[in-house]
């Protein structure tokens, strides 16, 4: 069983930044495309950010471009979403995912695996 483990999630200042992480288990990390997507309350679960398997390619929504990047260290096994400029619409659970496939994706059906979510609360 591939498990994604998340931290980072917490309270912070309008402008501010936060870093999340998610760590994933297994020997063939480096096989497969990861993704951020985050989720409201009574909302859709929202695409935010996704990276190749091999980190090459990574794609954002409009809503986070330029204000967020995504990243991935293959000999560690993780993934991580550094946000910076933080808006109080981002305030959301976020949600590390892991692809089926190598290439970067945008849409949840793509997911196989699903981190346990962890909050990011923007105050204004």
Request: proline share 2%; glycine share 8%; hydrophobic share 35%.
């Given at each position: 069983?591939?498990?994604?483990?998340?931290?980072?999630?917490?309270?912070?200042?309008?402008?501010g930044?936060?870093?999340?992480?998610?760590a994933?288990?297994?020997?063939?990390f480096?096989?497969?495309?990861m993704?951020?997507?985050?989720?409201?309350?009574?909302?859709e679960?929202?695409?935010?950010?996704?990276?190749s398997?091999?980190g090459?390619?990574?794609?954002?929504?409009?809503?986070?471009?330029?204000?967020?990047?995504?990243?991935?260290?293959?000999?560690?096994?993780?993934?991580?979403?550094?946000?910076n400029?933080?808006?109080?619409?981002?305030?959301?659970?976020?949600?590390?995912?892991?692809?089926?496939?190598?290439?970067v994706?945008?849409?949840?059906?793509?997911?196989?695996?699903?981190g346990?979510?962890?909050?990011?609360?923007?105050?204004s």
């Open positions: 069983q591939v498990q994604l483990v998340e931290s980072g999630g917490g309270l912070v200042q309008a402008g930044s936060l870093r999340l992480a998610c994933v288990s297994g020997r063939t480096s096989n497969y495309a993704a951020w997507f985050r989720q409201a309350p009574g909302k679960r929202d695409f935010v950010a996704a990276i398997a091999s090459a390619t990574t794609t954002y929504a409009d809503s986070v471009k330029g204000r967020f990047t995504i990243s991935r260290d293959n000999a560690k096994n993780t993934v991580s979403l550094q946000m400029s933080l808006k109080p619409e981002d305030t959301d659970v976020y949600y590390c995912a892991r692809a089926r496939r190598a290439t994706f945008t849409t949840t059906d793509a997911v196989n695996y699903w346990q979510g962890t909050q990011v609360t923007v105050s």
